[in-house]
Nanobody, 116 residues
Framework: QVQLVESGGGSVQAGGSLRLSCAASGSIFSIWTMGWYRQAPGKQRELVAAVTSGGIINYADSVKGRFTISRDNAQNTVYLQMNSLKPEDTAVYYC??????????WGRGTQVTVSS
């Protein structure tokens, strides 16, 4: 079992920044691929960024150059630094923990709202 708790969401104006955090507990954090997903109203949940246990990082094209994912294995936490935010970044952001052949775990989500 892995428990994930997101924090750091909020409302900002376009061009602003937010930093999301996801605190994990219940398993050996370092072995999991950690990711951030988002879901806007009426749209499917999509991958924003992910970082593997080995430090390999993947970003959605829409956030490359603006968002940075990082993990602190000592603190069991994964972060998403979001800069140059756009109104289209408005969504509920979910933390995800995944491993091959294992059921993935999800946090409850944190709302990010970007106004123009």
């Amino acid at each position: 079992q892995v428990q994930l708790v997101e924090s750091g969401g909020g409302s900002v104006q376009a061009g602003g920044s937010l930093r999301l955090s996801c605190a994990a507990s219940g398993s050996i954090f370092s072995i999991w691929t950690m990711g951030w997903y988002r879901q806007a109203p009426g749209k499917q949940r999509e991958l924003v960024a992910a970082v593997t246990s080995g430090g390999i990082i993947n970003y959605a094209d829409s956030v490359k150059g603006r968002f940075t994912i990082s993990r602190d294995n000592a603190q069991n936490t994964v972060y998403l630094q979001m800069n140059s935010l756009k109104p289209e970044d408005t969504a509920v952001y979910y933390c995800n923990a995944a491993r091959f052949a294992r059921t993935p775990y999800w946090g409850r989500g944190t709302q990010v709202t970007v106004s123009s």
